[in-house]
């Protein structure tokens, strides 16, 4: 009786968390306008072709991507299927174009070692990136950014709002593609990404599984070293309720696995680690102690090394088969 009382104390909790979260980030999610999705041209490469996509998030806003479909896949053999959030790194010009294997740092080139194991991805710019930057080009790179910032929060909401209404149509528009395997969807992301990922979670539940890299900054670790974040791990009043794990806690009981540096300044390893240990109560709580795994490198940075790749390969392997 004590163990179900206990339980049923939880599950209250992250409930009435979740709504404060929701409140924090600027309410309810609209209805969803059509996509109206659009091929806007395709590239074969080696096992593997580029198709260039664009869809609406909201009625004055369409979201440029790129998709990677394997050969072999399609509509009569369809695939599992891996959003990919890019990273942030103060490069305002680079978005889906480095995860999709075309610029900027080869590390990051994961939407094609995805596709190269039998996963449509998916690799959309995020708001005030590459195609998202600003269309009169008065404001340029930070500038832009901290623009589109202070307008939601002005409109009572914040970045965070927008970028994960952007991530669930990026998932809709996933589900509406005939070549793939609408139960079988996954997310991945690198630092900014990584937030992006654990933001999406506890609002996405068609993504099965969900990897993030190095990026798990607590307003705790943020307020103790002075830490200047990017935008979207500012929820306004969310740490009067709870810190950035418990949020990512809210994911459970999907499989999320997160890998992190153990040099990384960008998320300070003392509370990081005690952030994991909480997000892994919170999944035993929902007896899904098994869905939630990480990895802490020793004397590593910011980086996705060779390790944590691993991990990642082995995460999906194992909730998201191809």
């Known amino acids: 009786m004590m163990q179900a009382q206990t339980d049923t104390s939880a599950s209250l909790a992250s409930d009435s968390f979740r709504a404060k979260l929701l409140d924090c980030l600027g309410g309810a999610w609209p209805e969803p306008c059509d996509l109206q999705p659009r091929l806007l041209r395709e590239e074969q490469k080696e096992g593997y072709r580029l198709q260039w996509v664009d869809y609406a998030v909201e009625p004055e806003d369409r979201v440029p991507a790129i998709v990677l ?148 900054p607590t307003y705790k670790a943020i307020h103790r070293t002075k830490l200047l974040h990017c935008f979207p791990n500012f929820v306004p009043g969310i740490h009067q309720y709870g810190d950035t794990p418990d949020i990512a806690a809210l994911i459970a009981p999907r499989a999320l696995h997160l890998n992190l540096g153990e040099t990384d300044g960008g998320s300070p390893i003392e509370e990081a680690r005690a952030g994991c240990e909480r997000i892994a109560e919170a999944y035993a709580r929902e007896n899904a102690a098994d869905k939630f795994t990480y990895f802490i490198e020793p004397d590593t940075g910011h980086v996705l090394s060779e390790a944590m790749w691993q991990r990642t390969r082995e995460a999906f392997a194992k909730h998201l088969p191809t």
């Open 69 to 216: 479909v394997p050969d072999g896949v399609s509509t009569t053999s369809p695939a599992a299927a891996i959003a990919i959030w890019h990273q942030h790194a103060g490069q305002w010009h680079l978005g889906k174009s480095e995860p999709a294997g075309l610029d900027g740092n080869p590390m990051h080139h994961t939407g094609v070692a995805l596709a190269k194991l039998g996963y449509v991805v998916l690799c959309p710019d995020a708001l005030c990136f590459e195609e998202r930057q600003d269309p009169e080009g008065k404001l340029k790179g930070g500038n832009y950014e901290r623009f589109e910032f202070l307008r939601q929060v002005v409109a009572g909401r914040c970045m965070a709002w927008k970028n994960i209404l952007d991530m669930r149509r990026a998932i809709d528009y996933l589900v509406s593609r005939g070549d793939v395997v609408t139960e079988r969807l996954g997310c991945y992301g690198h630092s900014m990404g990584s937030t992006h990922t654990w933001l999406v979670g506890p609002w996405e539940p068609r993504l099965k599984c969900l990897v993030g890299n190095c990026c798990l």
